[in-house]
């Protein structure tokens, strides 16, 4: 019951943007709808495979912001990154900035069943999860079908990348 709530609610938000007309809804689109977006970013890379808080943590921020994901994606590796790159030096605070959004997605997804903690470190999809991150393509939100579209290109190039490289790189200071 609580799938089909959330998965209702991503829907409503994305028809809210189109109904209210194409300038509000790029609004709606950056800005109202940062959990809803961030719990389908999260749930498109549990249906990958399994990911650790931290590495998830850092994922939702490389995705969600434009420049970063721009640049991020126009490099053939991670390692290739510049780590002089403005985007680079301000990421930790774009890390500390979207915190509370990926906080509230992991609670409304682990609330809601969708996934789930095992081995009391990777979190991965539930049977209820796997059926919901099947059908996000079916929804109408050109910024949420980029952005599923950048997290299988940006895991595939995290694939290889340990955390702790991860977090030098970026800066992240905890």
């Known amino acids: 019951m609580v799938v089909f709530i959330i998965y209702q609610t991503v829907i409503l938000l994305v028809l809210a943007g189109i109904k209210i007309g194409?300038?509000?809804?790029?609004?709606m689109d950056n800005i109202y709808n940062n959990e809803s977006m961030a719990c389908c970013i999260i749930l498109k890379c549990l249906s990958a495979r399994p990911w650790n808080c931290a590495s998830l943590s850092v994922l939702l921020p490389l995705l969600m912001d434009t420049a970063t994901s721009k640049m991020l994606l126009q490099s053939t590796s991670f390692q290739e990154i510049d780590t002089n790159h403005r985007t680079i030096l301000?990421?930790?605070?774009?890390?500390?900035?979207?915190?509370?959004?990926?906080?509230?997605?992991?609670?409304?997804?682990?609330?809601?069943?969708?996934?789930?903690?095992?081995?009391?470190?990777?979190?991965?999809?539930?049977?209820?999860?796997?059926?919901?991150?099947?059908?996000?393509?079916?929804?109408?939100s050109k910024r949420l079908q980029i952005l599923i579209?950048?997290?299988?290109?940006?895991?595939?190039?995290?694939?290889?990348?340990?955390?702790?490289?991860?977090?030098?790189?970026?800066?992240?200071?905890?």
């Open 22 to 27: 194409k300038n509000t809804r790029k609004t």
């Open 90 to 140: 301000a990421f930790n605070k774009k890390y500390y900035d979207f915190l509370p959004i990926f906080s509230n997605a992991i609670v409304l997804l682990v609330q809601s069943e969708l996934i789930k903690l095992q081995n009391d470190k990777d979190y991965a999809l539930t049977n209820q999860g796997e059926v919901v991150s099947k059908n996000l393509y079916s929804i109408d």
């Open 149 to 174: 579209h950048n997290a299988s290109v940006l895991m595939d190039k995290l694939q290889n990348v340990s955390i702790l490289e991860l977090y030098k790189t970026l800066r992240i200071r905890l």
